[in-house]
């Protein structure tokens, strides 16, 4: 099979690009097991717009770099971008940020919105959600304006426009091969066949999957950039809920908790949490983590009973391009070596930004028409399943 674009990974970065490059006529395909497994169905959803890296009142390279995402998934989801997101269910239009009675978690607000003013305003007390009324709450609100999208229906709306230009294949068995100085994509469908994909450019989206792919290739790995890994283990309580999407500030310059609502397939609400608790909670058993977050949100909401709730956690693996202090990277991370490229987007949100950058920098690629038939009968990739589904729920 021949196409112009090969994208290996169907998390969100490879499903924009995929968008993309067929509303421009390029032929892509992409392969992938399932569509957002991994780091995209463990994401929070969040659209960031670069406030939560300025609480310490200094913008910084990852604000700067993230400031407009939230202006281009608005246009995707108005349908008026070349990604067409209108079927894309929104949790939140907003955001909310809270700080607590304390002068350190006052401060840091305070800096927050002084650094991100166009992104962020105080809410009036008489326009305070419900949750926030209560006599016990004595700190500050503010609204964020960064919209909060349900990830699977994400998926769902993108697999559906995308349908024939995605392929399932077994990922264990499918690989890189070098031809010459080039290299070609041995796929392995589900019924066991192989079909070899020859493409003029194979971009590798695959998040820690980049890892394996390249190792494969049997390669001195020097030649390939190396991988870094940040985990989590964020933490959900599902029980009767209120819906918040907001994050809690303290005196640090991450938030105490950033919470999501979802709703699960029994109509359940649960709460998302992360932020410090799911950082600090890295290689620490879940019993542990847990009873740190309960003590965390009874001191955040104390008019809260979370006493008939249920917990869980999940470990998500974030890879990243290799940073040399460790630390997380501003902007998506790419390498080029032959017709390879290797992407990390590094978040959700910098999914159009990876676009943009691989866009710039990958050859000018003949569009040899986007409704090329697929040339044997294939699988769909299968939209993953929501994390909140597949953790195991306890009474602590």
């Not at 309580?237 to 640090?252: D, E, F, V």
């Not at 999914?351 to 009968?377: D, W």
Request: a neutral charge; glycine letters at 10%.
């Amino acid at each position: 099979m021949n196409v112009d674009v090969l994208i290996v990974g169907g998390g969100i970065a490879g499903l924009w690009l995929l968008a993309e490059l067929r509303a421009q006529g390029v032929n892509a395909l992409l392969v992938s097991d399932e569509l957002g497994k991994g780091q995209t169905i463990a994401s929070q959803g969040i659209i960031h717009g670069g406030t939560k890296y300025a609480l310490t009142g200094k913008l910084t390279g990852a604000a700067l770099a993230i400031g407009d995402m939230p202006g281009i998934w608005r246009a995707a989801l108005n349908g008026t971008g070349l990604v067409d997101l209108r079927q894309v269910r929104v949790l939140a239009e907003s955001q909310l940020l809270w700080t607590s009675g304390g002068l350190g978690s006052r401060m840091t607000g305070f800096f927050a919105s002084k650094a991100m003013k166009s992104r962020m305003d105080a809410v009036p007390h008489e326009q305070y959600p419900s949750l926030f009324l209560h006599s016990q709450f004595h700190g500050g609100l503010y609204r964020l304006d960064e919209p909060v999208l349900d990830v699977p229906s994400l998926l769902a709306c993108l697999q559906a426009q995308l349908a024939g230009a995605l392929m399932q294949v077994d990922v264990q068995r499918s690989g890189l091969q070098q031809a010459g100085d080039r290299y070609r994509y041995n796929a392995v469908l589900g019924d066991g066949r192989e079909l070899e994909i020859i493409a003029g450019q194979i971009v590798l989206t695959a998040g820690a999957g980049n890892e394996a792919l390249l190792a494969a290739t049997g390669l001195d790995q020097r030649e390939w950039p190396a991988m870094q890994r940040r985990p989590l283990q964020m933490v959900m309580l599902r029980g009767n809920l209120p819906m918040l999407y907001a994050h809690a500030l303290g005196m640090s310059d991450k938030p105490r908790a950033t919470i999501t609502s979802h709703r699960d397939a029994q109509g359940r609400v649960v709460w998302y949490i992360g932020g410090q608790p799911a950082e600090q909670g890295v290689g620490k058993p879940a019993t542990e983590v847990i009873a740190a977050t309960r003590h965390e949100l009874a001191d955040l909401l104390p008019w809260i009973d979370f006493s008939q709730v249920e917990w869980a956690t999940w470990n998500v693996d974030r890879a990243e391009g290799c940073q040399p202090d460790g630390s997380r990277p501003d902007q998506p991370v790419l390498f080029r070596k032959a017709n390879v490229t290797v992407a990390w987007p590094t978040k959700l949100a910098f999914a159009p930004m990876l676009a943009k950058a691989l866009l710039e920098t990958l050859p000018v690629m003949e569009k040899s028409g986007q409704n090329a038939p697929m040339p044997v009968r294939t699988l769909l990739p299968p939209v993953t399943t929501p994390v909140w589904e597949l953790a195991v729920f306890t009474k602590n």
